[in-house]
Every structure is written in structure tokens, then in C-alpha cells.
């Protein structure tokens, strides 16, 4: 039987899962056979995998409130308000303040799919483990380009923007990778059903260069809708276990308070005991 964890990501609110993977890392526990992430959850995923315990928090309460991070300076200096680059290269290259262990992350047998949106065609795009390389993030970055705040990123050839425009919970993609059962990490709360509102401007902005994208981002409320629903179904099947927060703690994908990042992360911690008792009793 195998098992896999699927991380819908969420940019700041991935303090929840950051949570749930040191708990597992403290107890030194890797139950999954593989994993698949989307944006923020694939950046968490990979750091578990290389079993870097402490690296997530630093990446949710210091790095942050720098400027080459996110905020308005970016715009004025490279067009963008989220700087990947200092977050996947800058910081998480060999040479960088907080490297990314490369050689742990390959050593590790367990799997990892990487999601991401082609920004051409809107369709959801899937990288194996093998993408990331020694100075080579890109994937990562592909799958965390939120629209607006940032360009999409080229990656063979390719743009692509933020996984959770196309595949926001991919448990479908999971099951085809051969998975029995899957936890499934979400950063909103359990019931949480999403709404177009927030969606519209920037599905009109990224249309006027990207319209496949701008509608996938239009609808990406009704895809998430859909998926969250056929989970809980799932859920009462047995054959998937939904963790959640019961609150955002007021953390979004770009607002964060080092506050709220750690009730986040201590309620992710906190929810990391279900995951052995659902794969006990499968």
C-alpha cells in the first residue's frame, strides 16, 4: 500500500504545514512513500524531505520582513512585489545564508511532484524530484509565481505561474501516481469554500497577456470548490485525511505577523499526531 501527502501550499499560511513537518522530523518519522506540492507546500515538502528541521520557521518569521523579499522596493527594482529569486537562489543556494540541502533531499527515497500552471496554456504542469539540482530551483519558483505579485517564471522553455491556479489540492494527481491513501494538508479551515471575488482583478490583469491563465484564475474558485468537496467525500471513505486549521490566524498568502505565523505553526504542529493513527488503521 502506498501513501503520499498532498500540501496545497498558501504562501504565508504555510506555517501550518511547516508545523506539521517538525513534528514529523522530531519524531523522525517520513511515513510517505511520495509527495505532491503546490507552491509554498513544495517548498515545504522539499525541506522535510532533506530533513533540514528549523529552515521552514526561518523562511515564515525572518526572511519575510526583509525588503529584498517582498514588498514595494521590488516593484521599483525588478517589477515584481515577491522576489523569487532571493528566496530560491539567493538564500537557498550553497553559497547562500540558508542553504538548501541538496544531497540530503536525493538521499532521501521518498518522492516529490512539483505543481505548477503553464501560464500559456493554464493547464496544470507536473515536475518530478529530479528538478531540483544543485543551484537549480526554478521548479519551486514556477510553482510559486502568485499572479500579479509575480512574473511567471521560464523553465524549459516554458512560463508558468502559481500551481493552485490550476490544480489548487491535486489529490487526483496523487492517486494517479499510484497512491492508496493520502493526507492532505490544507492552510484554510476545513469547510473553508472558496468565492470568485478575489480572483476577478487578478484574472483580468493576467489576461491581457496570458488569457488562458486569466480564466483558469477566474474559475480557479470552482476548481477548488469542486476538489475540496470530492475530498470530503473521500474523507468519509477512509481513503484520505484532511488536516486543517481551524483559523488563518489573520496570516493570507502575502499578510503575515510573526504572531499569528506561530499560533499557525504550533496548531500545525499540534494536528501532526492524526497522520500516524490514519495510516495505522489503513
Not at 35 to 48: D, E, K, Q, R
Not at 200 to 228: D, F, H, M, W
Not at 243 to 272: F, Q, V, W
Amino acid at each position: 500500500m502506498k501513501t503520499a501527502v498532498v500540501d496545497m501550499g498558501g504562501g504565508m499560511r504555510g506555517a501550518f504545514s511547516a508545523g506539521i513537518y517538525d513534528a514529523l522530523m522530531d519524531r523522525k518519522s517520513y511515513p510517505f512513500d511520495f509527495a505532491v506540492g503546490v507552491s509554498a507546500g513544495a517548498s515545504n515538502l522539499s525541506t522535510y524531505i532533506a530533513g533540514q528541521r528549523g529552515r521552514l520557521m526561518r523562511y515564515y518569521t525572518v526572511y519575510p520582513w526583509r525588503k529584498e523579499y517582498m514588498g514595494i522596493g521590488n516593484i521599483m527594482r525588478k517589477g515584481v512585489y515577491i522576489d523569487l529569486e532571493y528566496v530560491y537562489e539567493t538564500l537557498s543556494f550553497p553559497d547562500g545564508e540558508d542553504p538548501f540541502d541538496i544531497d540530503a533531499y536525493h538521499a532521501n527515497p521518498m518522492g516529490l511532484t512539483i505543481v505548477a500552471t503553464d501560464a500559456e496554456t493554464g493547464m496544470p504542469a507536473y515536475f518530478g524530484k529530479d528538478a531540483l539540482q544543485r543551484c537549480d530551483m526554478r521548479a519551486i519558483e514556477a510553482s510559486a509565481a502568485v499572479p500579479v505579485a509575480c512574473h511567471p517564471i521560464l523553465y524549459k522553455g516554458r512560463r508558468y505561474f502559481d500551481g493552485g491556479i490550476a490544480d489548487p489540492l491535486p489529490y487526483e494527481k496523487a492517486f494517479e501516481l499510484g497512491a492508496d491513501r493520502i493526507v492532505v494538508i490544507l492552510t484554510k479551515p476545513h469547510d473553508f469554500l472558496r468565492t470568485p471575488k478575489k480572483d476577478r482583478l487578478p484574472a483580468r490583469i493576467v489576461s491581457r497577456k496570458y488569457p488562458a491563465t486569466g480564466r483558469a484564475i477566474a474559475e480557479r474558485y470552482a476548481t477548488y470548490n469542486r476538489q475540496l468537496k470530492a475530498l470530503w467525500k473521500l474523507e468519509e471513505e477512509g481513503k484520505v485525511l484532511i488536516i486543517a486549521p481551524d483559523s488563518t490566524e489573520g496570516i493570507d498568502t502575502m499578510k503575515h505577523s510573526n504572531d499569528g505565523i506561530m499560533r499557525l505553526y504550533e496548531h500545525g504542529y499540534e494536528k501532526a499526531s492524526m497522520i500516524d493513527s490514519f495510516l495505522r488503521n489503513g
